[in-house]
Every structure is written in structure tokens, then in C-alpha cells.
């Protein structure tokens, strides 16, 4: 058995495309459209996963838009998706310099959460040992849920 991908439906393919994009940084490896089933697919790679995602087809995430519109609660019970980052503190903050919302800081130099404009959890962990705990990181608090 070999992980391939996690597909998370979007209602906004332009806006879930540019937060995967030009937000998180990732790589759109290929993109699918289907007009008889009115579907588009797109997947991404993390920067480090790239060689493996284009050799192999995996690790993606697969962003699904149906064109016809439907509410999606909870993004359906979807739990969340988790990276490795080489710098919390420093991904933390060039997200929130272009707008996101970091709903559980990385107060403990390890760990941060945010959602995508579906409302998507996406966990954020620090690549090896925690960072020293830090300012303004430490002192902030849960902002919504995540």
C-alpha cells in the first residue's frame, strides 16, 4: 500500500487554487477537467515532495471543484491536513502578512493551524526540534477554530 493523495472538495476553485499556490507555496502538479461530469481536479505538491509527486503521483492534494454548486459543512468532517515547514515561526508569519488568519499560533515553537477559504484545517509543524518558544508567538491567543 503507498499513500497517494487527499482530495478536500473547494467551492472556489480560483481562490482555493491561489491560497494553495501563492500562499502555502505549493506546486500545481496537473490539473483534470471533466465537462461531461462537470468536475475540475487540481493537484499540488509541497515544494520537497515534488520529485516524488511528479515520479510517482504521490504525496498531492487534490483539490476538487464540482461546478455544480453544494454546501459543504465541516468541509464534510474532514479532519485536517499536516506539513512540515522548515520555520514556523517564519511560515507563520509571511501567512499572515498576506492575510491569513493563524488560528492556533506556534506558541510552543512547534506547532500551527489555519484553514484554507473552505474552511479546511491545515497543521503546520516545525521540521525537526521545536524552535525556542518565542514573542509575538508566545503570547498569542486561539483565534476561531481549528
Given at each position: 500500500m503507498r499513500y497517494l493523495h487527499t482530495m478536500i472538495r473547494v467551492t472556489d476553485l480560483d481562490a482555493s487554487v491561489t491560497f494553495f499556490r501563492d500562499v502555502?507555496?505549493?506546486i500545481?502538479?496537473?490539473?483534470s477537467v471533466n465537462e461531461k461530469a462537470r468536475y475540475t481536479l487540481v493537484f499540488?505538491?509541497?515544494p520537497k515532495d515534488l520529485?516524488?509527486?511528479k515520479a510517482k503521483d504521490a504525496p498531492l492534494v487534490e483539490l476538487t471543484y464540482n461546478w455544480d454548486p453544494?454546501?459543504?459543512?465541516?468541509?464534510?468532517?474532514?479532519?485536517?491536513?499536516?506539513?512540515?515547514?522548515?520555520?514556523?515561526?517564519?511560515?507563520?508569519?509571511?501567512?499572515?502578512?498576506a492575510g491569513v488568519t493563524i488560528n492556533r499560533p506556534p506558541r510552543d515553537g512547534n506547532?500551527?493551524?489555519?484553514?484554507?477559504?473552505?474552511g479546511i484545517s491545515i497543521e503546520l509543524l516545525q521540521e525537526g526540534a521545536p524552535k525556542?518558544?518565542?514573542?509575538p508567538w508566545?503570547?498569542?491567543p486561539n483565534v476561531g477554530t481549528w
Amino acid at each position: 500500500m503507498r499513500y497517494l493523495h487527499t482530495m478536500i472538495r473547494v467551492t472556489d476553485l480560483d481562490a482555493s487554487v491561489t491560497f494553495f499556490r501563492d500562499v502555502l507555496g505549493m506546486i500545481e502538479v496537473r490539473r483534470s477537467v471533466n465537462e461531461k461530469a462537470r468536475y475540475t481536479l487540481v493537484f499540488f505538491a509541497a515544494p520537497k515532495d515534488l520529485d516524488g509527486a511528479k515520479a510517482k503521483d504521490a504525496p498531492l492534494v487534490e483539490l476538487t471543484y464540482n461546478w455544480d454548486p453544494e454546501a459543504y459543512s465541516g468541509g464534510r468532517n474532514f479532519g485536517h491536513l499536516a506539513y512540515r515547514v522548515d520555520d514556523i515561526y517564519g511560515y507563520c508569519a509571511r501567512l499572515a502578512k498576506a492575510g491569513v488568519t493563524i488560528n492556533r499560533p506556534p506558541r510552543d515553537g512547534n506547532m500551527a493551524f489555519i484553514r484554507t477559504p473552505d474552511g479546511i484545517s491545515i497543521e503546520l509543524l516545525q521540521e525537526g526540534a521545536p524552535k525556542p518558544v518565542a514573542e509575538p508567538w508566545a503570547s498569542m491567543p486561539n483565534v476561531g477554530t481549528w
